[in-house]
């Protein structure tokens, strides 16, 4: 797919970037940008976080990521320009974890996508977060299970709020 | 022969090296793979659950091996708990 940008981004060689995203995205031809910027809270489940370490698979995530840029284009029937960019590495609150940002025509399409690849990053992407309390414990999300058998169990139990 | 099989996420923990190699019979699925690392794990790193063994994947760099699937000769692997990106 021409026009999909795919990134995983070290903590200690910089941040994520917005501006670049939505750049990225512009077209002549597109009256639509959506984006979702996902940041580290301060908080999860009633416990103060300090903050959040990622760990991802990096070759099979960007080969995910670029799976979901395909699967955003056909969903979407429109041309569709796409930024998917994750954070690896030690983040403190208000880091930004997740950047999608999507470039098409019309406004619905742009939403669709943006929410489309989100959605996909978080349930189907190698990537692991662990985080870290106020009080030094440190824990590692339950998360989604992609081993198929496991997902035909679990997907209809859970309405996934994650 | 022997597989490799990078470790992520809660699984680091069970090897410092950040990986674990077995002793895989030819032939094998991922699913008889799975058996061989949870027997390897409860020796070699008890406080890492079963469970949690059974709920992960595996994968080359490429894609997600399931469990069907023959485990590929002379290719490193990589076993993924539940994800929890975003």
């Given at each position: 797919m021409d026009g999909l940008h795919v990134a995983v981004v070290e903590r200690g060689e910089g941040a994520l970037d917005v501006a670049a995203a939505l750049e990225f995205v512009a077209?002549?031809?597109?009256g639509g940008i959506a984006s979702f910027i996902g940041r580290v809270r301060d908080h999860n489940v009633g416990r103060s976080v300090t903050g959040i370490s990622y760990d991802l698979f990096v070759p099979l995530a960007l080969n995910r990521f670029r799976a979901i840029g395909e699967r955003a284009l056909m969903e979407v029937g429109a041309p569709l320009k796409l930024w998917i960019a994750h954070a690896k590495g030690r983040l403190a609150i208000g880091d930004i974890a997740v950047v999608v940002a999507a470039g098409t025509p019309h406004r619905d399409e742009a939403f669709r996508a943006c929410r489309l690849a989100i959605e996909a990053v978080k349930h189907e992407a190698p990537i692991w977060k662990q985080e870290h309390y106020v009080d030094g414990d440190s824990a590692w999300s339950e998360g989604c299970s992609l081993c198929e058998e496991d997902r035909a169990h679990t997907h209809a139990a859970h309405g996934h709020g994650h | 022969m022997k597989t490799r099989i990078a470790l992520f996420g809660a699984l680091r923990e069970a090897d410092a090296s950040g990986a674990v190699e077995l002793e895989v019979p030819a032939g094998s699925t991922i699913a008889e793979l799975r058996e061989l690392l949870v027997t390897h794990l409860a020796a070699h790193?008890?406080?890492?659950s079963a469970g949690l063994v059974r709920r992960c994947a595996f994968a080359t760099d490429e894609e997600i091996l399931h469990n069907h699937r023959p485990v590929p000769e002379g290719v490193a692997l990589a076993v993924l708990p539940p994800v929890s990106g975003g």
């Open positions: 077209d002549p031809r597109f | 790193a008890p406080l890492v």
